[in-house]
Every structure is written in C-alpha cells, then in structure tokens.
C-alpha cells in the first residue's frame, strides 16, 4: 500500500487544502495541525504561484498574501519538516502548546513552472527528504507526465492525476497509469466554491474503476457537508479547497476555531457517506 493509500484505508476520506503562507507559513503550519486534529485524513498543500492557471480567485488571492510575505519553496519544506517532527507553539495566551507529529500523507499542490526553476531533482529529493507523499501539477497534460515522474518515482513520490468529464477512452488511458489516488474534478473551470454539482460524477467514477483499483476522490466546487457527503457517496473522498481559503481569508491568523469546527463537521459528512 502506498503512503497516499494510507488515508483511505479507514474508510472514506477528507482531504482538505491550505495554500502554504497565507497568514505567513507560522499559521499555515498552525492550521495544517489544527485539520490534523479536526480528522483531515490527507492534506493538500499549495505552493503559491504567481499564474495559478486552475484556481478560482479565492485561491488565487491567497496565492498572492502568500507571495506578499515573500515565502519560498525551502520555507514550505521547511515547514513540512517540522510537522514532520514534534514540535510546538505559543498559545494566544503565551502558554507554549506541544504539538505530536504530523503523520497523515502531506501532499503538494503545484505548477509546472516552480518545479522546474527549483530543479526536478532537488525538488523531490526535498520531498522525500520531509515525507511528502504524492504532487498535482494541475497545469501539466497526461501526455506530459513523463516530464516529472522519474524524478518523483525516484524519491518515492507519486504523481497524482487528474480526470475531469471526458471520453471514456482518455480515462482510461490516464486511470491506467495513475498512481496514489485519482483526482476527479467535478465540473470544468477552475476551482471555486459552487452551489450545485451538475456533473455526473457516478459515471465518471464508474468508469474510473473499470481501469484502476486505486482509489478517487472528488474535488473542485464542494463547500457544504451535503455536497461532500453526496460526493463521497459516489466515490473514496472529497477534496474541499476554496471554502477552506475563504475561512482562512475572513479569520486571518484567528481561523484556528473555525478551521477546526469545518473540518471536523466536513469529515463527519464524508463518514457517513
């Protein structure tokens, strides 16, 4: 089994997003404990970039918070390194909090571009050096996986894909080589909160599994607990993104409660599922 694998060998998973330096990587280090706590089952990790071509605006605000503090690759590396380890930090009291491993599977969400300028190699060596387990690269084509894989596959990274609706025969030419776990988009577009799923997402699921066992979760547009539940019902998971920024946006460094208080009602929602 593999370590991304992991996060759905209990059941249905929640895999909540947090761009890396929004509110400055203390407090993103902060709330990726706090999801940790609330049941996250897996995180997705944004690497800010300055042409993040699949995100909403929600995310793309908080991209460019994050890049106004002036964050880097190695702080996020860093970053990951002490959730990795025990650690701890000041509580709005003062009092100093002791904090356990982070051991659930981190994951990146990236762009072609910062992999590439940090260099392919060092880029996944890092990863594996901090425990990442798997990277999205939303902006690179099926036909280009290539591109990244041997380096990733090296350092025992997986390369996740994404299948958004299509034809039966490109799915099944991505859900044959893919590895970890299959993003499933839910609508076309960027990402973004959305009131309704008009998808159909059974379907594409069913044909997802007449080409791959490894498991799919369902990401782009899902807010609500009903949304979340009717998408886990349909598949291993669900993916919630920009709900998550959007609290994150409203609370700034003060997010801790609410963060906790969504996650942990989000993750109740896909367990029944």
Do not use: W
Not at 38 to 52: L, V
Not at 183 to 204: A, F, M
Request: proline share 4%; charged share 25%.
């Amino acid at each position: 089994m593999s370590k991304i694998q992991d996060a759905f060998s209990n059941g249905k998973a929640f895999i909540p997003f947090i761009t890396a330096g929004d509110q400055g990587i203390a407090t993103t280090e902060r709330y990726i404990r706090t999801m940790v706590k609330a049941g996250a089952d897996m995180i997705e990790i944004g690497i800010p970039f300055s042409d993040p071509t699949a995100e909403g605006p929600v995310i793309q605000e908080a991209s460019n918070r994050a890049l106004d503090t002036g964050v880097t690759i190695d702080d996020i590396f860093d970053m990951v390194q002490r959730l990795r380890t025990r650690g701890g930090h000041a509580s709005n009291e003062g009092a100093f909090v002791s904090e356990e491993p982070v051991t659930i599977p981190l994951v990146f969400m990236t762009y072609l571009n910062p992999i590439f300028v940090y260099g392919r190699d060092k880029f996944f060596a890092r990863c594996e050096e901090v425990n990442i387990s798997g990277v999205i690269v939303p902006d690179m084509p099926f036909e280009e996986k290539g591109e990244l894989q041997s380096y990733a596959n090296k350092h025992g990274v997986e390369v996740v894909s994404l299948i958004a609706p299509t034809s039966e025969h490109r799915i099944e030419m991505i859900a044959k080589e893919a590895e970890g776990f299959i993003y499933c988009v839910s609508s076309l577009g960027v990402t973004g909160v959305r009131s309704e799923i008009k998808t159909d997402i059974k379907s594409i699921v069913e044909t997802i599994r007449k080409y791959t066992d490894i498991p799919v979760a369902v990401g782009f547009g899902i807010s609500t607990p009903d949304q979340a539940r009717a998408m886990a019902n349909l598949s291993d998971g669900a993916i919630v993104g920009s709900a998550i920024v959007k609290l994150v946006a409203e609370h700034g460094e003060q997010a801790d409660k609410a963060l906790f208080e969504y996650v942990k009602t989000m993750k109740a929602a896909v367990a029944e599922a």
